[in-house]
């Protein structure tokens, strides 16, 4: 089992940032990616970026791409979401998942993460 608890959401105005933190602990040698994804109401979840855990190559969705930045402290156990430019748009609450499976074709899937923590609360005001 692989526990996580994110941190550092709030409420930023358009055009802000917030860094959020995810801090993993239990059978932390079992990760292979970990992802960040994210929900608003009414919406599905969806891939917003992930990393290997191992080399540290990163992937991301097409909307996010220029404007966040993910990364990790192997050191720390914790994964970080840098999110610059911020947009109404990306208002959500951001989940980090953990993928225990070395399959790079899969990681945009929610389906895909075995461990998820309980979110954090990001709001972008206009």
């Known amino acids: 089992q692989v526990q996580l608890v994110e941190s550092g959401g709030g409420l930023v105005q358009a055009g802000g940032s917030l860094r959020l933190s995810c801090a993993a602990s239990g059978r932390t040698a079992n990760i292979f990616y970990m992802g960040w994804f994210r929900q608003a109401p009414g919406k599905e979840r969806e891939f917003v970026a992930a990393i290997r855990w191992n080399y540290g190559t990163t992937n991301y969705a097409d909307s996010v791409k220029g404007r966040f930045t993910i990364s990790r402290d192997r050191t720390k156990n914790t994964v970080y979401l840098e999110m610059n430019s911020l947009k109404p748009e990306d208002t959500a609450i951001y989940y980090c998942?953990?993928?225990?499976?070395?399959?790079?074709?899969?990681?945009?899937?929610?389906?895909?993460?075995?461990?998820w923590g309980p979110g954090a609360q990001v709001t972008v005001s206009s």
């Open positions: 998942a953990v993928d225990k499976e070395p399959n790079i074709l899969q990681i945009i899937r929610p389906g895909a993460y075995d461990y």
